[in-house]
Nanobody
């Protein structure tokens, strides 16, 4: 397993943009498909986005398509989530996940090999 540390979460206004980062350590990030999940208060953790080992394939949950972009820089062992046109419904704790096998659109019950501790995004209306 690798260690994952998310950063970049903060309070923003609706319509703003924000970029989250996930730093990978304890292994080579290019060996892992990477994921972003989020969990809002009182709700289940949900899949947000995934990216394959070299970044050739990306997938998104419907509610963020066209607004969020997942990317990775394997040279920096870092994965990003660019979030544009943020809405109050996007407020949540965002978690980074890593898994050796690429599961493009996982269910909410699926768990990757490694999780980060999360970074909090708050969106005011």
């Amino acid at each position: 397993q690798v260690q994952l540390v998310e950063s970049g979460g903060r309070l923003v206004q609706a319509g703003d943009s924000l970029r989250l980062s996930c730093a990978v350590s304890g292994g080579t990030s290019s060996r892992y498909a990477m994921y972003w999940f989020r969990q809002a208060p009182g709700k289940e953790r949900e899949f947000v986005a995934s990216i394959s080992w070299k970044g050739g394939a990306t997938h998104y949950t419907d509610s963020v398509k066209g607004r969020f972009t997942i990317s990775r820089d394997n040279a920096k062992n870092t994965v990003y989530l660019q979030m544009n046109s943020l809405e109050p419904e996007d407020a949540a704790i965002y978690y980074c996940g890593a898994n050796e096998i690429f599961n493009p659109i996982p269910t909410s019950q699926w768990k990757p090999d490694s999780w980060g501790r999360g970074t909090t995004v708050t969106v005011s209306s």
